[in-house]
C-alpha cells in the first residue's frame, strides 16, 4: 500500500535552467490526500538579481515584489518541511526538478522524494487532446481554475485537478480499484500504443 499523499509543485524562475545561473522567484505547492486538496504552500522570493521585462509580463511578478520577499535559502527551508516524504508531481516535471535539487542543494538537502510527471501522462491518457500544455488541458478536461496562469500556487492547483482527474479516469476507464503513485509513473514511460493493453494487464493481475 503506498502510504504517501502526493505534492504538487510549480515554480516561477528567472530563466530557463539554474545550469546557467537562473533562479527561483516564486513556489507553489498543494497537498493531496485521499484524491483532495488538503493543504498549501506559497511563496515569493528574492533571487537577489534582477528579473527581466519578459519574466515580468509573463508572470506578473514585479521587481519591486520580489525586493520585498523573503530569501530563496529560507524558503527552500519551509518548503523542504511541507514537502517531507511525499511524493512530488509536476507538469513537465523536469523543469521544476532541475530548479528543486539546485536550490536545495544550496541548503545541503538531497531530495529522496518520489516524483512524476502530469505532462508525460498526459500525453498518454489522453492522446486526443489537442496539445499538453497545462492551459490546454484545464479546458479540454474543463477543470476547476482561478484562471491565473504562470503564477505558481494557481499553476499547482491546476495540475493537481488535471492529476487527480487523470487518476479517476484511469480507475473509470479501466476498472481499477485504485491507482498508485507506482502505476502513474510507469505510465510515463509506456509506448503510447500499448497504454490500454498496459492497464487492461494491470488490472487483471
Known amino acids: 500500500m503506498d502510504h504517501y499523499s502526493t505534492i504538487v ?6 530563466g530557463l535552467s539554474p545550469g546557467y545561473g537562473d533562479r527561483t522567484i516564486e513556489v507553489g505547492a498543494v497537498l493531496i490526500s485521499d484524491n483532495q ?6 511563496s515569493l522570493m528574492n533571487p537577489e538579481m534582477m528579473v527581466s521585462g519578459f519574466i515580468e509580463e509573463y508572470t ?13 535559502k529560507e524558503v527552500m527551508r519551509k518548503l523542504k518541511t511541507f514537502i517531507a516524504h ?3 508531481v509536476a507538469h513537465n516535471a523536469s523543469f521544476d526538478l532541475r530548479f528543486l535539487d539546485a536550490e536545495f542543494n544550496r541548503i545541503n538537502h538531497r531530495r529522496s522524494n518520489q516524483f512524476g ?6 500525453r498518454r491518457i489522453y492522446p486526443e487532446a489537442p496539445n499538453h500544455k497545462l492551459e490546454t488541458l484545464v479546458k ?9 496562469h504562470h503564477r505558481a500556487l494557481a499553476d499547482a492547483e491546476m495540475t493537481a485537478h488535471l492529476w487527480m482527474r487523470m ?7 479501466y476498472g481499477l480499484q485504485e491507482v498508485q503513485f507506482g502505476l502513474m509513473q510507469q505510465l510515463m514511460k509506456i509506448p503510447k500504443k500499448k497504454v490500454a493493453e498496459f492497464l487492461v494487464k494491470h488490472n487483471l493481475a
Do not use: W
Not at 509543485?9 to 528567472?14: A, G, N
Not at 487518476?167 to 476507464?173: G, L, P, T, V
Open 37 to 42: 486538496i488538503v493543504d498549501r504552500f506559497q
Open 117 to 122: 510527471c502530469s505532462l508525460l501522462v498526459s
Open 140 to 148: 479540454y478536461k474543463n477543470l476547476k481554475t482561478d484562471g491565473i
Open 86 to 88: 511525499h511524493h512530488l
Open 9 to 14: 509543485i510549480d515554480f516561477e524562475t528567472t
Open 167 to 173: 487518476i479517476s479516469d484511469i480507475k473509470e476507464r
Open 60 to 72: 506578473g511578478i514585479t521587481n519591486k515584489m520580489l525586493s520585498s520577499a523573503p530569501a530563496i
